[in-house]
């Protein structure tokens, strides 16, 4: 599992990004909730990124 957290006051972007490997989609959630509770915004790809999809405005 990868965290990538930038934490950057850019508008709309979050404090975190969670990369995960599915087999730890139970841990994530747990770990989600957590981050939530801190006052942290995470984005999780709960269903998949698509490959084609850009991930930044401007790629």
Do not use: C
């Not at 942290?40 to 999809?53: G, K, L, S």
């Amino acid at each position: 599992m990868k965290l990538v957290a930038p934490f950057t006051e850019e508008p709309g972007m979050t404090d975190v990004f969670i990369s995960y490997s599915r087999k730890d989609k139970d841990f994530v959630k747990t770990l989600h909730t957590a981050l939530a509770n801190h006052n942290r915004e995470a984005w999780v790809d709960w269903q998949d990124i698509p490959p084609h999809r850009r991930l930044v405005a401007g790629d």
